[in-house]
């Protein structure tokens, strides 16, 4: 309970510097960019405009309202690949930092997700954009999304966690974490519907975090259903789990990292 009480206490007196993390890689990534955060608007949008054209033409997956449909899982889907890739390689990034004075590490990687949930929100007002262009209704159940955020938000700085802990002893791990989201992303219903896996690979959809998050918000988004206990608790307990877990290992191998960065 201590350990518990003493992380808290590091996190508020390092708040400030977890803001200025997350700006700083705002900036450096949009740096000289003419756009800058627009694209988190545009990129969406123009991703929706393709795959609507490949999928819903010219595979003919009739899904209603598809570009929503479509919109929801890749926005859910890109923040998680986004957030998790770059905290994987955030201690490594900040080798040089680590080196010189005390920070406590765990806020490397949770500076790269909260600057990947900037994008998400940015990415939501393309959603928006798109659902007033096609004439989607707005279900009054879209003001839960932020309970659903969570879980993602969640499980992803769990991952993330774990990714940066492994990628400082073992550097391949970047190659292998592309090819693995690659698959994850053919095995979730992004831009098909979920029928296709529930008829030949059911297991994949039972098994895929990533999955029952994205339903839930297509629930609340298009259906304007309000997920029941059994799904809240399936989503808030892999999350839970996911960023303990993560949290447990980042704690137990960060004493190490200086011998290795």
């Not at 450096?28 to 694209?39: I, P």
């Amino acid at each position: 309970m201590n350990k518990i009480k003493n992380y808290y206490m590091g996190f508020q007196h390092y708040q400030a510097l977890l803001y200025e993390l997350v700006i700083r890689d705002i900036k450096v990534r949009y740096k000289r960019s003419f756009l800058g955060l627009l694209w988190t608007v545009i990129n969406p949008i123009l991703t929706m405009a393709v795959m609507t054209i490949v999928f819903s033409k010219l595979f003919r997956f009739q899904i209603e309202n598809y570009t929503t449909y479509f919109l929801v899982g890749n926005i859910l889907f890109s923040f998680f690949t986004e957030a998790t890739t770059n905290s994987m390689h955030s201690v490594l990034d900040n080798s040089n930092l680590i080196k010189k004075v005390y920070v406590p590490k765990y806020l490397f990687p949770l500076s790269k997700v909260m600057s990947s949930v900037v994008n998400l929100f940015f990415s939501f007002i393309a959603l928006i954009i798109v659902m007033v262009a096609t004439k989607v209704p707005f279900q009054p159940t879209l003001l839960f999304a932020p309970i659903l955020l969570c879980y993602v938000i969640m499980f992803a700085a769990g991952i993330g966690l774990i990714l940066a802990t492994i990628m400082v002893f073992f550097r391949d791990i970047a190659q292998l974490y592309s090819i693995i989201t690659l698959l994850w992303m053919y095995l979730t219903p992004i831009f098909y519907p979920v029928d296709l896996l529930k008829e030949n690979v059911p297991w994949a959809l039972t098994l895929n975090p990533m999955y029952h998050y994205i339903e839930f918000m297509r629930k609340l988004v298009l259906d304007g259903i309000l997920p029941g206990i059994n799904e809240n608790i399936i989503c808030l307990l892999i999350s839970s789990i996911t960023l303990i877990f993560g949290l447990i290992i980042f704690y137990k191998k960060q004493d190490n990292y200086i011998l290795y960065i």
